[in-house]
């Protein structure tokens, strides 16, 4: 049977575009659809009436919620990694995206209305789940997906922080890092996951440990200044940021305080992405694979729209622990 990504290769065009071409999706110019109707009647296409009944009650539209500390927000390039697998796979499958907000004037369940404007099939969504709004959307009847989301309202996916914490700060003590200062993000399960891989890591050594000292996820400015404050205070010979765009602010500091990385301080920090490719010396991290991460959530939100896939589930991907020149050994 000749099926979409036939015609993809034989046309030259992807199999997004096929699929809307044949599917007489909007977004598709005549010349283009000419051209691939005309491909697929020469190689004998037939659509498949069960497919196109299943097909015909979606508008293949997608809404992303980028919802953080109450703010739309788009400059996580960590976040933006994620998404552009997400929409990858998305597209390849047909499926367009849509930026979700409040609109205007829409008042409570602002988001829930707009998916229902917008005709959404499904949202992905980054950020605060304990927000009202974003809470409305995931009790609401549109399905959804979540990064670094755990409980029983959707599926989510995340790395096993846990586990990558505890062996993180395990290397970070046999290099003879007893001091480690760690600064956390926001109080969310991903926090409370990676507190506890630290404190687990010194438990099982039986080595006293530093507190661990709230701050904020993507908050260079805010990290700087606790940096300089807290320094001085507790004298680490480490530090641990709870991500790289933030552990920026924190070198920053340390370098103001006329410390060298890692002469002086070892510094650590989460997530792997272009951020800790460019400090320098290269940022040792936890490195979540944003391509696995965004596939995993893209799979996962179609199987629910196209297969009716209800189960609530936590979807684990591996990442990796990358030891580089920002941390050195003191025995």
Same mark, same amino acid.
Not at 162 to 174: A, H, M, Q
């Given at each position: 049977?000749?099926? &979409?990504?036939?015609?993809?290769?034989?046309?030259?065009?992807?199999?997004?575009?096929? /699929?809307?071409?044949?599917?007489?999706?909007?977004? +598709?110019?005549?010349?283009?659809?000419?051209?691939? #109707?005309?491909?697929?009647?020469?190689?004998?296409?037939? =659509?498949?009436?069960?497919?196109?009944? *299943?097909?015909?009650?979606?508008?293949?539209?997608?809404?992303?919620?980028?919802?953080?500390?109450?703010?739309?927000?788009?400059?996580?390039?960590?976040?933006?990694?994620?998404?552009?697998?997400?929409?990858?796979?998305?597209?390849?499958?047909?499926?367009? &995206?849509?930026?979700?907000?409040?609109?205007?004037? *829409?008042?409570?369940?602002?988001?829930?209305?707009?998916?229902?404007?917008?005709?959404?099939?499904?949202?992905?969504?980054?950020?605060?789940?304990?927000?009202?709004?974003?809470?409305?959307?995931?009790?609401?009847?549109? =399905?959804? +997906?979540?990064?670094?989301? #755990?409980?029983?309202?959707?599926?989510?996916?995340?790395?096993?922080?846990?586990?990558?914490?505890?062996?993180?700060?395990?290397?970070?003590?046999?290099?003879?890092?007893?001091?480690?200062?760690?600064?956390?993000?926001?109080?969310?399960? +991903?926090?409370?996951?990676?507190?506890?891989?630290?404190? $687990?890591?010194?438990?099982?050594?039986?080595?006293?440990?530093?507190?661990? &000292?709230?701050?904020?996820?993507?908050?260079?400015?805010?990290?700087?200044?606790?940096?300089?404050?807290?320094?001085?205070?507790?004298?680490?010979?480490?530090?641990?940021? =709870?991500? $790289?765009?933030?552990?920026?602010?924190?070198?920053?500091? #340390?370098?103001?305080?006329?410390?060298? &990385?890692?002469?002086?301080?070892?510094?650590?920090?989460?997530?792997?992405?272009?951020? /800790?490719?460019?400090?320098?010396?290269?940022?040792?991290?936890?490195?979540? $694979?944003?391509?696995?991460?965004?596939?995993?959530?893209?799979?996962?939100?179609?199987?629910?729209?196209?297969?009716?896939?209800?189960?609530?589930?936590?979807?684990? +991907?591996?990442?990796?622990?990358?030891?580089?020149?920002?941390?050195?050994?003191?025995?």
């Amino acid at each position: 049977m000749i099926t &979409i990504y036939d015609i993809s290769k034989q046309s030259g065009f992807a199999a997004g575009t096929v /699929s809307k071409a044949l599917n007489n999706y909007y977004g +598709v110019n005549a010349e283009t659809r000419r051209k691939i #109707l005309e491909v697929a009647r020469q190689m004998g296409y037939t =659509p498949n009436a069960n497919a196109r009944a *299943l097909k015909a009650k979606h508008s293949h539209n997608l809404g992303v919620l980028f919802y953080l500390r109450d703010s739309l927000d788009l400059c996580q390039h960590f976040f933006i990694q994620i998404l552009n697998e997400f929409k990858r796979v998305t597209e390849e499958r047909g499926y367009d &995206i849509t930026l979700l907000s409040k609109g205007k004037d *829409l008042g409570a369940q602002a988001f829930v209305k707009h998916c229902h404007i917008r005709q959404l099939d499904g949202v992905l969504i980054f950020g605060d789940y304990g927000a009202d709004l974003v809470r409305e959307l995931m009790t609401s009847d549109i =399905p959804c +997906v979540g990064f670094d989301y #755990l409980g029983d309202l959707m599926s989510g996916v995340m790395c096993d922080n846990y586990e990558k914490t505890k062996e993180l700060v395990t290397k970070l003590i046999e290099m003879g890092h007893e001091r480690i200062l760690f600064l956390t993000g926001e109080n969310n399960y +991903v926090t409370e996951e990676r507190k506890r891989g630290f404190a $687990d890591a010194f438990r099982q050594t039986g080595k006293e440990r530093l507190p661990c &000292i709230r701050a904020c996820y993507s908050n260079p400015d805010l990290c700087f200044d606790m940096t300089k404050k807290l320094y001085p205070q507790f004298k680490p010979t480490a530090i641990l940021y =709870p991500d $790289d765009y933030s552990a920026i602010g924190g070198i920053n500091a #340390l370098r103001q305080l006329n410390l060298s &990385i890692p002469q002086d301080v070892s510094v650590a920090s989460f997530d792997g992405s272009i951020y /800790s490719q460019l400090t320098s010396p290269q940022l040792t991290c936890v490195r979540q $694979d944003v391509k696995k991460i965004g596939t995993a959530l893209a799979e996962k939100l179609i199987g629910i729209i196209e297969e009716g896939d209800t189960t609530k589930e936590l979807i684990t +991907v591996e990442a990796e622990v990358c030891i580089t020149d920002s941390c050195r050994t003191i025995k």
